[in-house]
């Protein structure tokens, strides 16, 4: 059977411990969409980690891990990852790459770097990891494909010319940079088709076995459904669907295969980079929130950046989890609000002077102000308590409040950074 873990927020909801969680279980792992341009923290017993590329599997040795066709793949960050892992203690995963991804050239890296250096006060907030340029060229088609490393070296070197041939317009005429030799582009690929060889394989026919063998398989998504290109909140969004739905594209894996699908709701808010953030505090209100947040504070597993704080926004919450067709919710990050007499909740929006329920496109979003309603708090450390019934009564209120209005069950609720701190309704 295969299940699905995604965000239903901005990214940042603690998505890597619900997968670590849930691999358990699991015989194969798959992150299906993304690149290095967002980490997924876990801590268990090797210490804490942040992942970038790879799956959230690996530290269990009953599990394969595959980096699905649909990522955006960095040949130095897995190397880098894999050799971090070594270092640390960590058994060598079982890890396969899909022949069919498409690698991260360091071209990308620079043309993200630079285009947010030409748009200054307009940026993205990209984390210039090279993710839009990456993506652009994919479905431009002049991306290079794994499986093209092991082909005719002679089409391959034709093919770096023809894009070496709008590369260095780019590089010489907007951004007046010297300009990209063919040889160095040919020789950084051989390197690459060496690192990688003992990895790649047909991920596509192996997990298609795997599914009519009866196997466990988990997809693994990356940031959050307000984050994805068509259903989020454009333009400011990531590059690759953050969807339940692509898990299927970017596995390569029927559609109908996927059964359930677990989405991941913060118990309050956080996003990293520009956008829309109705719910979203300031000063020194959102900074004792950001200071007690997360696993040592809210701050971008890949950047390090302050991430931008707010309180539990139940209209996107039940918009992500509807466009993510959510089959269960995992409620994060809860003993966090702890600390708080009184914790408010945004329950709806007022659009141009009126009340809305519903998401809306970004431009209507832009004009949106919180409705907020306020529960009251618990005003006690929750880590460490296993079973539901043993919550503070506040607590549970908390939790079936943002239920009810989400409208889709809660039945995990995460009290703790550490993998032990789970609690299953």
């Given at each position: 059977?295969?299940?699905?873990?995604?965000?239903?927020?901005?990214?940042?909801?603690?998505?890597?411990?619900?997968?670590?969680?849930?691999?358990?279980?699991?015989?194969?792992?798959?992150?299906?969409?993304?690149?290095?341009?967002?980490?997924?923290?876990?801590?268990?017993?090797?210490?804490?980690?942040?992942?970038?590329?790879?799956?959230?599997?690996?530290?269990?040795?009953?599990?394969?891990?595959?980096?699905?066709?649909?990522?955006?793949?960095?040949?130095?960050?897995?190397?880098?990852?894999?050799?971090?892992?070594?270092?640390?203690?960590?058994?060598?995963?079982?890890?396969?790459?899909?022949?069919?991804?498409?690698?991260?050239?360091?071209?990308?890296?620079?043309?993200?770097?630079?285009?947010?250096?030409?748009?200054?006060?307009?940026?993205?907030?990209?984390?210039?990891?090279?993710?839009?340029?990456?993506?652009?060229?994919?479905?431009?088609?002049?991306?290079?494909?794994?499986?093209?490393?092991?082909?005719?070296?002679?089409?391959?070197?034709?093919?770096?010319?023809?894009?070496?041939?709008?590369?260095?317009?780019?590089?010489?005429?907007?951004?007046?940079?010297?300009?990209?030799?063919?040889?160095?582009?040919?020789?950084?690929?051989?390197?690459?088709?060496?690192?990688?060889?003992?990895?790649?394989?047909?991920?596509?026919?192996?997990?298609?076995?795997?599914?009519?063998?009866?196997?466990?398989?988990?997809?693994?998504?990356?940031?959050?459904?307000?984050?994805?290109?068509?259903?989020?909140?454009?333009?400011?969004?990531?590059?690759?669907?953050?969807?339940?739905?692509?898990?299927?594209?970017?596995?390569?894996?029927?559609?109908?295969?996927?059964?359930?699908?677990?989405?991941?709701?913060?118990?309050?808010?956080?996003a990293v980079g520009a956008g829309e953030f109705v719910s979203e505090i300031f000063g020194a209100e959102a900074d004792e929130l950001r200071r007690r947040g997360g696993d040592g504070g809210e701050f971008g597993a890949t950047t390090g950046r302050p991430r931008r704080m707010g309180w539990l926004d139940l209209v996107a919450s039940r918009y992500g989890c509807q466009v993510q067709g959510a089959t269960s919710i995992a409620f994060a990050v809860l003993d966090v609000l702890g600390y708080l007499d009184e914790i408010p909740v945004c329950v709806a929006y007022e659009l141009d002077g009126k009340r809305i329920d519903h998401f809306p496109s970004t431009a209507l979003l832009k004009r949106c102000k919180p409705i907020l309603e306020t529960l009251p708090g618990w005003k006690c450390d929750i880590r460490g308590i296993k079973?539901?019934?043993?919550?503070?009564?506040?607590?549970?209120?908390?939790?079936?409040?943002?239920?009810?209005?989400?409208?889709?069950?809660?039945?995990?609720?995460?009290?703790?950074?550490?993998?032990?701190?789970?609690?299953?309704?």
């Open positions: 059977m295969v299940k699905a873990i995604v965000g239903a927020n901005w990214g940042d909801e603690g998505k890597g411990k619900i997968t670590d969680v849930i691999a358990a279980q699991s015989d194969i792992v798959i992150r299906f969409q993304g690149g290095s341009n967002a980490g997924h923290t876990i801590i268990n017993n090797y210490g804490k980690f942040a992942l970038h590329q790879l799956p959230s599997g690996i530290f269990y040795g009953h599990t394969t891990s595959i980096i699905g066709n649909g990522v955006a793949l960095s040949v130095e960050n897995f190397v880098k990852e894999m050799k971090s892992l070594e270092e640390r203690g960590v058994p060598k995963p079982n890890i396969l790459i899909s022949d069919r991804a498409q690698i991260v050239m360091p071209y990308h890296i620079d043309l993200d770097t630079l285009e947010e250096a030409r748009l200054s006060e307009n940026s993205f907030g990209s984390t210039k990891s090279g993710i839009a340029p990456f993506y652009s060229d994919k479905y431009a088609k002049i991306g290079f494909q794994i499986s093209e490393l092991y082909d005719d070296p002679a089409l391959l070197k034709e093919k770096i010319q023809r894009v070496l041939t709008i590369k260095n317009v780019l590089y010489k005429h907007l951004y007046h940079q010297p300009e990209l030799k063919a040889e160095d582009i040919f020789a950084k690929l051989m390197e690459y088709k060496e690192l990688i060889a003992p990895y790649v394989t047909d991920t596509v026919a192996y997990v298609n076995q795997a599914i009519k063998e009866g196997k466990s398989i988990l997809l693994e998504g990356q940031l959050g459904a307000l984050k994805d290109p068509d259903l989020g909140i454009y333009p400011m969004v990531t590059s690759s669907s953050t969807l339940a739905g692509f898990g299927a594209v970017g596995a390569g894996i029927p559609p109908y295969e996927i059964k359930e699908i677990i989405a991941v709701v913060k118990a309050y808010s956080s079973n539901y019934d043993d919550l503070p009564e506040n607590c549970k209120k908390y939790i079936e409040f943002a239920e009810k209005e989400i409208g889709v069950p809660i039945q995990i609720v995460s009290n703790g950074p550490s993998r032990d701190d789970i609690i299953y309704r």
